[in-house]
């Protein structure tokens, strides 16, 4: 099952424009991360923030937690064609340390 | 160094079929999880080995199972296939116990079940 839901479904924005993606989830977490999907190929990892953070930055990434609100925000700044793709937020949850998905952000940018 | 590797890239079965993928995690990694991601149905956590035993598995019936052998590599065996089988299957792995927390994709096999 889904831990989460992030929103919006889909975002389309131009080149230099930022992206902004949200992701809420459910229960209590050791840390949250944001995964990258090219077109249906595998994961590629952007950025982890663990739950006694509230703010982390990475290059054109910056992203958010708030674990009252049990929600993380995706920043992507001055958004590039190749930024296009699918955004997943996924929590790492108790002991078990699998990893529960979100539903997923696809972003288009446009030239 | 290298990242997961999986095999094969694309896996085309019938229904009833068994289908074997195969997943070999980053060097120093002994953690490998096995995740779906299915049409419609997100990424869904599979299955979970570590030093050859599974830890941990999903929501999902017996006929998907899996072993992990001395090498850390592993292998995710799905018995008696139906059409909605078909999907992406994505392997990652992680240090253990998790000096880091990042898990590191693979870039799946694509199984397509006629």
């Known amino acids: 099952s889904q831990q989460g839901e992030e929103d919006p479904q889909a975002l389309s924005i131009q080149e230099g424009e930022n992206a902004t993606m949200n992701c809420s989830y459910k229960?209590?977490?050791?840390?949250l991360q944001w995964y990258r999907q090219n077109s249906g190929r595998g994961l590629v990892h952007l950025i982890l923030?663990?739950?006694?953070?509230r703010e982390k930055h990475s290059g054109r990434l910056r992203v958010t937690l708030d674990t009252s609100k049990k929600s993380s925000s995706l920043l992507i700044t001055a958004s590039r064609a190749a930024d296009t793709a699918s955004y997943f937020c996924?929590?790492?949850?108790?002991?078990?340390?699998?990893?529960?998905f979100g539903s997923g952000t696809q972003l288009t940018v446009l030239p | 160094e290298a990242g997961v590797t999986q095999s094969p890239t694309h896996l085309i079965k019938t229904r009833g079929q068994q289908a074997t993928l195969r997943c070999s995690p980053i060097?120093?990694?002994?953690?490998v999880y096995w995740y779906q991601q299915a049409l419609g149905l997100g990424l869904q956590f599979l299955l979970w080995?570590?030093?050859?035993?599974?830890?941990n598995r999903g929501n999902f019936p017996p006929r998907f199972s899996g072993r992990q052998f001395p090498n850390y590599s592993s292998e995710l065996n799905v018995n008696a296939l139906e059409l909605e089988d078909s999907a992406l299957y994505l392997c990652?792995?992680?240090?253990?116990?998790?000096?880091?927390?990042?898990?590191?994709f693979g870039p799946g096999t694509r199984l397509l079940v006629l």
């Open positions: 229960t209590s977490i050791n840390n």
């Open positions: 990652a792995s992680r240090p253990y116990p998790p000096r880091e927390e990042t898990q590191y």
């Open positions: 080995y570590d030093e050859g035993e599974e830890r």
């Open positions: 996924a929590t790492d949850v108790g002991s078990a340390r699998q990893l529960t």
């Open positions: 060097s120093g990694h002994t953690s």
């Open positions: 923030i663990r739950s006694n953070e």
